[in-house]
């Protein structure tokens, strides 16, 4: 098989994942009791009303046809009306996706600039104390339940110390930068504006920390346990042998090795971080999708819930598409093979 | 990788499956401990799943108060002599609640295990076994499921059936059921070429036969450490609902419910929402060691030095 047909089976794999979580997100929607119908009317409208409602809503429609009317939709970038918002889902979206994404990538970054020298650090280590001391942070990542940290720190830094703002992505009477990416921190940075940057760099720290601190312990295990394999090669005797010192053993030849399965773990990665998110953002008030969806389930929102899962997915399909399609590349093997 | 000689006559007991090592009780548990001293966190996390599950089913006993039991005249109080953890706004003693909170978290996520596990397990199995058009089906469906964000399709479900304890069990279960069906699935692939399975299908066994007893006890090892991992797992994820409001709710004491409860006074009454949190930090940091120390036990690769 040529690595074109690999790619070309990967496309077609992940074409029908996105066809099942349309098919998964609309069965869903469908099964929540309560009626939509008579939630938007209002409690005391007519049962004419109601029904007029339920027909605007498609939802007196057989449920097939309803299906084959939202992928018509969906064709043209239309997700629906929110029922809490009134504004289109795809609009909502557009707003607070963003602030998610800036949440999610800052807590990756955390996570990787603090999990990778830590892991790599209890490999080399490997069963001394340090070694065990390292296992029970990350053992404690991924058994920390992010909603309680997130409140323990907000109590810490806030509350008792007083040195990081509370909740929100910016202090009051500051401005949002100029929309460029809707991410705070890299438009202030763009425009130049350092108050704002300050300001966004302090209200994301504790979130940030917070979520990054689940996927932490995840990336040190990982990267753990992947260093490990690769300093028993023969390839890192043979540098041992040849004189080489342990530092660019580890970095220059180890490491890079290392790192190679621990790309597919970023994709999956991004799953954690939107199941973090939706915790986080409701705890520090974070205005992105988690919290967003949060209160349109307490709507029963079905267009704002099945648009946020329907996106949320999506990304994480073409991202863990984009991961496997990178991993092809990098690794000679799967390249030889193909 | 240097191995000492009595790891080497023991690694294939360990290796042999699940249930023949349970039914002949053929380990050599000095090796077991052995191994579980070399590695004290392993230790750690058994006494407090022990500790957990002795809370569980002592609750009547060691909890002090009834844990819904009103008592306005203390209401939120601080940690005392009489209320080791506080009480809560209707003043329930938060210790008695934390205790009895076992009894819907813990369980919650016992039965969220028991019911992937045991579902994932037959389907990868039969999946496995079967080949053809029906294994490719059921594996695109779980890649399908495997594609999902789990907490957004759980969240999503739980949403749809209405906000209740079993309501939250049901769709983690469900979108933790692809890992064992590919666990499942994997072992019965490599299984069913074995001599001993293609011996008992010669001597005329029924695959029902084949199945029950060559096939899933001989694939149980991978299945049962995976399991431990996922309680903890379970845990988290049952209370993340309940903190949502999806869960449990009121008055069933939950740790994941009593956190979101307690939110409103963190900032005057510490104590409140930090004694269930830390219960389910430390629970669910219990079963991950005890995870990983199996996980290693049982994995020779993992078997260093």
């Given at each position: 098989m040529s690595l074109l047909q690999i790619v070309c089976r990967r496309l077609l794999l992940a074409i029908l994942v996105i066809f099942g979580v349309l098919v998964v997100t609309f069965i869903i929607s469908r099964l929540i009791p309560g009626d939509p119908a008579r939630l938007m009317a209002g409690e005391h409208a007519s049962q004419q009303t109601v029904q007029h409602m339920r027909h605007v809503l498609g939802l007196d429609k057989p449920l097939p046809e309803q299906f084959a009317v939202y992928l018509g939709k969906l064709a043209h970038g239309d997700l629906g009306i929110s029922?809490?918002?009134?504004?289109p889902v795809s609009e909502d979206i557009r707003r607070f996706f963003p602030a998610t994404i800036e949440l999610s990538l800052a807590a990756l970054l955390f996570a990787v600039v603090a999990g990778l020298p830590l892991g790599v650090v209890a490999a080399v280590s490997k069963d001394s104390w340090l070694d065990q001391a390292l296992r029970t942070v990350s053992v404690l990542g991924i058994s920390i339940p992010a909603f309680w940290l997130g409140l323990l720190l907000l109590d810490l830094f806030?509350?008792?110390?007083?040195i990081l703002p509370g909740t929100g992505r910016l202090d009051e009477g500051i401005n949002a930068p100029?929309?460029?990416?809707?991410?705070f921190t890299v438009d202030a940075l763009l425009a130049g504006q350092w108050r704002t940057l300050h300001s966004a760099l302090v209200h994301i720290a504790l979130p940030a920390l917070t979520l990054g601190f689940v996927n932490l312990g995840i990336i040190m295990r990982q990267i753990r346990s992947a260093m490990i394999e690769v300093l028993q090669e023969d390839y890192i005797r043979t540098a041992r042998a040849g004189g080489l010192s342990s530092a660019r053993i580890i970095v220059g030849h180890a490491l890079r090795n290392a790192m190679i399965p621990s790309v597919t773990m970023l994709g999956l990665l991004f799953g954690d971080l939107l199941y973090g998110a939706v915790l986080t953002e409701t705890i520090f008030a974070w205005p992105g999708m988690g919290n967003y969806v949060i209160q349109s389930i307490s709507f029963l929102d079905f267009p704002s819930i099945m648009g946020f899962a329907m996106v949320a997915s999506l990304v994480y399909v073409l991202l863990n598409l984009a991961v496997d399609l990178s991993y092809m590349m990098l690794d000679p093997q799967i390249r030889e093979i193909g | 990788m240097p191995r000492t000689r009595k790891s080497a006559a023991l690694a294939p007991a360990l290796q042999r499956p699940f249930v023949s090592m349970w039914a002949r009780w053929g380990v050599d548990w000095r090796y077991v401990w052995y191994r579980l001293s070399a590695s004290p966190l392993t230790v750690v996390g058994f006494a407090i799943v022990m500790t957990v599950f002795a809370a569980m089913i002592l609750a009547p006993v060691v909890?002090?108060?009834?844990?819904?039991r009103l008592s306005?005249?203390?209401?939120?109080?601080?940690?005392?002599?009489?209320h080791l953890f506080g009480t809560d706004e209707v003043g329930r003693d938060l210790f008695s609640r934390v205790i009895w909170g076992s009894r819907s978290s813990v369980v919650a996520g016992l039965i969220t295990v028991a019911i992937s596990m045991g579902l994932g397990t037959c389907v990868g199995a039969a999946s496995g076994l079967s080949s053809g058009w029906v294994d490719t089906v059921v594996m695109r469906i779980m890649d399908v499921l495997l594609a999902f964000p789990s907490f957004i399709l759980a969240m999503a479900l739980a949403a749809a059936l209405g906000p209740s304890l079993m309501n939250a069990i049901v769709p983690i279960a469900i979108v933790r059921t692809p890992f064992y069906v590919r666990l499942a699935r994997g072992q019965a692939l490599t299984l069913r070429d074995r001599a001993y399975v293609r011996a008992a299908e010669s001597f005329g066994s029924s695959s029902w036969h084949v199945v029950w007893r060559h096939i899933l006890p001989n694939s149980m090892a991978p299945i049962i450490v995976q399991a431990t991992l996922d309680i903890g797992l379970a845990i988290l994820t049952v209370s993340a609902l309940s903190f949502i409001g999806l869960g449990a709710q009121q008055p069933t004491a939950e740790w994941g419910a009593m956190v979101a409860n307690g939110r409103a006074y963190f900032?005057?009454?510490?104590w409140y929402p930090t004694f269930p949190g830390l219960a389910i930090l430390v629970t669910a940091l219990g079963f991950n060691l005890v995870g990983d120390g199996l996980r290693e036990l049982l994995d020779p690769r993992l078997r260093g030095r």
């Open positions: 029922i809490r918002t009134e504004r806030y509350n008792v110390l007083g100029p929309v460029v990416t809707g991410m | 909890a002090p108060y009834d844990p819904n306005l005249a203390v209401r939120l109080a601080a940690p005392g002599w009489h900032l005057d009454q510490w």
